[in-house]
């Protein structure tokens, strides 16, 4: 759908790119994927890419955008923060690099958060058709 590159002269500085998710249900979502190279980074490089992607997959009609970040960065949660996403929950070692588990955070973005939807379960307080909303 949408991928941008930071390129400094044969360097490629960094990357974005935003894959939508299969299924019908699921055809407005899209999962972001980025990296700036580590000499690169602080330099507002990976804000614009962020917001370039953000732009087109919202232009091509995805509303809703999706992440995993490790808990531990706080550089990147802070960046994504700042473009608008918002933590929805933690995936206990999730991760794995180099033998090491690490927690990842859950993070999405909407195109239109405060636009009305018509939207079911949890999320508007009620619980889905046919559960006992009781808790038991």
Excluded at 124 to 130: D, I, K, R, S, V
Aim: charged share 20%.
């Amino acid at each position: 759908w949408c991928q941008f590159v930071a390129i400094d002269g044969p360097t490629v500085a960094g990357w974005c790119d935003i894959l939508p998710v299969a299924g019908q249900a699921r055809s407005h979502v899209g999962v972001l994927g980025m990296g700036v190279l580590r000499a690169y980074r602080q330099r507002g490089i990976g804000s614009r890419l962020v917001r370039r992607c953000l732009a087109a997959a919202a232009e091509a009609g995805l509303e809703r955008i999706e992440l995993s970040v490790r808990c531990d960065n706080g550089a990147a949660i802070r960046l994504y923060e700042r473009a608008g996403f918002r933590i929805e929950g933690v995936a206990r070692e999730a991760l794995c690099v180099d033998g090491r588990y690490a927690d990842a955070l859950y993070m999405a973005w909407l195109a239109s958060p405060s636009s009305p939807r018509k939207t079911a379960g949890a999320a508007t307080g009620g619980a889905p058709a046919g559960a006992d909303s009781s808790g038991t």
